[in-house]
């Protein structure tokens, strides 16, 4: 089966040559429409994922404002503006104020090459229902992840803080480790479907969806654009346990709502990107596609935002179910997973491809997938084995210290020349009451020194810093 645009193209599905002549009026209706529609959409997200997250807590979540806390989001739009805007003494203010604009905005452009249906006629003008495309539509999305990057890094650097710095070199380097598994992703959707255009993507799925011939590199996509995305479990970036707020830890009032507003828009953005080059756009599932009409008109906009819909709703479910990961956890999976897995599946694809369009036998596609299991099983195995080790050797380390050396006998180089990073035990004399004195022994003062009218029991204070 092949699914080259070109002998997949209905007369009522769009193409490049769709996108011209331009009119400026319907450019400006859509613009304008798909600015609503993002900010509409994150505001019944806001909602969905406090109701979701509510019911899997086993609590109500927002139930005041509207029927079914429905209206709870736009109450909150209204206050945050409202805020007092904060800026520190410190900062940068020039970065300070564009950091915010640089995250948001390209979250913002990204969607402009999303194809939501087919053409349509708007006031009797035939158009596609998509803003705008072109040869190499996809790498825009690419490129304005990378540059919202930028956004984060300068809030960090600007805010002149340790918790904000740490948090924008978080992000600089899980967008480095993500983005390289995801463009690999996407290598294998262009080369079954022969361009990078979006409309030309969703045209060449007539006959069959990519996520089942291409099911590694969808699943490779989806723990990316969870990564990219800064959710959890990966969002490592503003970890409120250990970097009090992240990178946006000095943001208050409008540059925090951007900073709000780009994440969800981003996760808007790359599960409609998933729905467009795995999921068949905006064509409608089996066995409504049996329907003639189902890919036509209006309702495709349906079965795309449902297909949407699914993929927010795998964000809260993750949200919602696993503990943030540590970030050499985060590290490994990206640089050490990902990445080879994406390159071993990449080559395998363009060898299939190749060797097929010669013999045009589908016994490729079962010899391909029984190497590619036997590469992913060594893999997998040999990581799992060295773990094992790693393990086994911190154990006889940790054993050993316990131990302490013999009288005489020198102290023992780290196993394997392995150089160990440990981290001070979290526990402070004073937790055990050494130097802390009961309150209600008064304890008199040294011979010499004044009582102050606050520490006249002789108690010293205790914050556990």
Do not use: C
Request: charged share 10%.
């Amino acid at each position: 089966m092949t699914n080259l645009a070109a002998g997949a193209v209905s007369a009522a599905d769009p193409t490049l040559a769709s996108f011209s002549p331009l009119v400026w009026w319907i450019i400006a209706i859509k613009v304008v429409v798909i600015f609503l529609f993002l900010l509409l959409f994150q505001i019944l997200m806001i909602w969905a994922e406090r109701r979701v997250i509510g019911r899997m807590q086993n609590r109500p979540g927002p139930n005041r404002w509207g029927p079914f806390g429905l209206l709870q989001p736009v109450a909150d739009a209204l206050k945050l503006p409202l805020k007092e805007d904060i800026v520190p003494r410190q900062v940068d203010k020039l970065l300070f104020f564009l950091a915010p604009i640089l995250s948001a905005v390209p979250a913002l452009i990204s969607f402009a090459i999303i194809p939501v249906g087919p053409e349509v006629s708007i006031f009797g003008v035939h158009t596609p229902l998509q803003l705008t495309d072109f040869p190499v539509a996809v790498l825009l999305v690419l490129a304005m992840s990378s540059i919202a990057v930028y956004g984060i890094v300068l809030a960090g650097w600007s805010s002149t803080g340790p918790y904000s710095l740490l948090g924008g070199l978080r992000s600089s380097a899980q967008v480095i480790s993500y983005e390289i598994a995801m463009g690999l992703s996407f290598v294998a959707v262009f080369l079954y479907a022969g361009t990078l255009s979006t409309t030309g993507i969703v045209n060449a799925q007539a006959h069959g969806w990519y996520v089942w011939e291409l099911l590694p590199s969808f699943l490779i996509y989806v723990l990316t654009m969870v990564g990219e995305t800064n959710r959890l479990p990966f969002d490592l970036p503003e970890g409120e346990g250990e970097l009090v707020g992240g990178y946006n830890t000095e943001f208050s009032s409008m540059r925090f709502v951007l900073f709000y507003l780009a994440e969800y828009v981003n996760m808007l953005t790359v599960s409609a990107l998933a729905t467009t080059l795995f999921l068949g756009g905006w064509r409608a599932p089996w066995p409504l596609s049996l329907w003639s009409g189902a890919n036509s008109g209006w309702y495709p906009i349906i079965w795309f935002l449902i297909k949407v819909a699914l993929f927010e709703f795998g964000f809260i479910w993750l949200r919602g179910s696993l503990p943030r990961v540590r970030y050499d956890q985060l590290m490994a999976l990206g640089w050490k997973i990902l990445i080879p897995v994406s390159i071993i599946w990449l080559l395998l694809i363009a060898t299939v491809r190749a060797w097929r369009y010669d013999t045009h036998s589908t016994a490729v596609y079962v010899v391909g997938g029984v190497v590619l299991a036997i590469i992913i099983v060594i893999a997998v195995s040999w990581d799992i084995a060295a773990e094992r080790r790693a393990s086994r050797a911190a154990g006889a380390e940790s054993a050993a210290q316990e131990a302490g050396p013999e009288p005489g006998t020198p102290a023992a180089a780290p196993r394997g020349g392995r150089v160990t990073y440990r981290v001070p035990p979290l526990d402070l004399p004073h937790y055990h009451g050494v130097g802390v004195t009961d309150p209600s022994r008064p304890v008199p003062p040294p011979a010499g020194a004044a009582v102050g009218a606050g520490d006249s029991n002789g108690t010293k204070e205790v914050t556990g810093a």
